[in-house]
């Protein structure tokens, strides 16, 4: 672990201070990850961390070590035997910054790299989404909730990894990163499967390009029939296009200017709330290479045991992890869904 100068290792004669305590999160949720870290008032002349100290944690579990947070220090706080650091990423540059901006022919991902730039943070997984014919930004809301803003209308999440890039991405396909033996590596099971609020969406664009060429996407139209799309979920979380479910709700866009924009909003927004089947945390003996937008599963779950009827087959995808390490708790990893 490094901050600033203060450097903490499990190698021997390799740091120049002591750690009692670790905290980090990563998540997709709020406004991005932090950490929390004890030191030990060793009385030497240890260097101190201060604020905007560059933060780097890796951990290992035995299989190998992986980078769990990059940020830097937002605040030190000092008592008679500890100081406490509380560390923040990269989206906190993106929450302090204020801008204006208007965008023309510009797709959804060349905007979102812009802000990401403009707020001095990395940028990582930056995906295209829609192409907007234009694009408004008002002071106001700070860099973050635009960024979020353009991500729920692609469908897409935005996040840290351990590294401290930003991701600007839709949940992604596939099987599992991530698998956990319950019996060997689970301690703690809170998972929860709700009757959905929402089984369908229907967007409204504005303009009359749908009908009357791109070069009158700035028309007023009478009917916006032809500029609005609709998408829902079945019991199975199975997006269909096109498609009313019993629970619709409209969504208002005048950034979406054509049909086709308005449908891929309404897939996409749908997408997104279809990779949520089950909702709650799992925690596992500790396992730094789990990170935001993963999928795992949790393998041999015993037949009578009420998590089995909910998880067993299910690939769950991560929303925020969270990794602690103390003398209490020893190494743990918690996955948020």
Request: with cysteine; aromatic share 6%.
């Amino acid at each position: 672990m490094r901050i600033g100068a203060f450097q903490a290792t499990s190698q021997p004669h390799r740091g120049n201070g002591q750690v009692r305590s670790i905290s980090c999160a990563l998540t997709m949720d709020g406004a991005g990850g932090h950490c929390y870290l004890e030191l030990v008032a060793t009385g030497t002349s240890q260097p101190q961390p201060r604020p905007g100290d560059a933060t780097t944690i890796t951990l290992d579990d035995g299989n190998g070590g992986a980078t769990v947070f990059t940020g830097e220090v937002q605040e030190t706080r000092a008592s008679s035997d500890t100081t406490l650091v509380v560390g923040v990423d990269g989206l906190t540059k993106l929450a302090r910054l204020d801008l204006d901006g208007a965008y023309e022919q510009m797709s959804a991902g060349a905007i979102a790299k812009e802000l990401v730039q403009k707020a001095g943070a990395t940028a990582g997984t930056i995906e295209d989404g829609p192409k907007f014919s234009s694009y408004v930004l008002h002071r106001g809301p700070r860099a973050l909730h635009h960024l979020q803003r353009l991500a729920e209308q692609c469908g897409f999440d935005v996040y840290t990894d351990g590294d401290g890039k930003v991701h600007f991405a839709a949940p992604k396909p596939g099987g599992a990163d991530h698998a956990f033996t319950y019996a060997e590596q689970v301690l703690r099971t809170g998972l929860q499967q709700v009757a959905t609020a929402v089984d369908g969406l229907q967007v409204w664009g504005e303009g009359a390009a749908s009908t009357q060429g791109s070069d009158k996407a700035h028309w007023l139209a009478k009917d916006l029939a032809p500029v609005s799309g609709k998408a829902s979920m079945d019991g199975m979380f199975t997006v269909k296009p096109a498609s009313a479910g019993k629970l619709m709700r409209e969504v208002r866009d005048g950034a979406m200017r054509t049909g086709e924009d308005a449908a891929t909003q309404a897939r996409a927004r749908m997408t997104l709330l279809a990779s949520r089947p089950l909702r709650g945390f799992v925690e596992v003996l500790g396992s730094p290479k789990v990170k935001p937008g993963d999928r795992v599963k949790l393998d041999a779950i015993p037949t009578a045991h009420p998590v089995n009827a909910l998880a067993s087959g299910k690939v769950l995808r991560v929303r925020t992890v969270r990794h602690v390490l103390s003398m209490k708790t020893g190494f743990v990893t918690r996955m948020e869904f």
